[in-house]
């Protein structure tokens, strides 16, 4: 073979692997982009979830709340009631004493 048929084979060669490397580069480009736009709606959903669990655990809380002070409440009128009636006997008014405490 002359020399200028082996620099020609051996250009071949190289524009080949090159072709084989750009496309190699190509595909691997295309894949990180994919996985950057993955990564970023994973973040955005994990994101909208942190969100939405502390607003459920906020409304949980102010349930609680609430239905435990509409359970109290009829307890506190009682002894607000008892604490203003006039003792009759002195037991009574070791009773009364006592709901003042608590009250």
Excluded at 27 to 51: G, Q
Excluded at 56 to 73: A, C, K, Q, T, Y
Excluded at 75 to 86: F, G, V
């Amino acid at each position: 073979m002359s020399t200028k048929k082996k620099k020609n084979k051996t250009d071949t060669e190289k524009e080949e692997a090159l072709e084989t490397v750009e496309e190699s580069t190509d595909t691997l480009k295309n894949r990180i982009k994919e996985l950057e736009e993955e990564f970023l709606r994973l973040a955005a959903e994990f994101d909208n979830y942190r969100k939405r669990q502390s607003k459920e655990r906020e409304v949980s809380i102010s349930h609680s709340i609430s239905s435990f002070l509409r359970d109290f409440l009829p307890i506190i009128e009682d002894i607000k009631r008892a604490s203003n009636l006039t003792p009759k006997t002195e037991e009574g008014a070791r009773i009364c004493e006592g709901i003042c405490m608590v009250y």
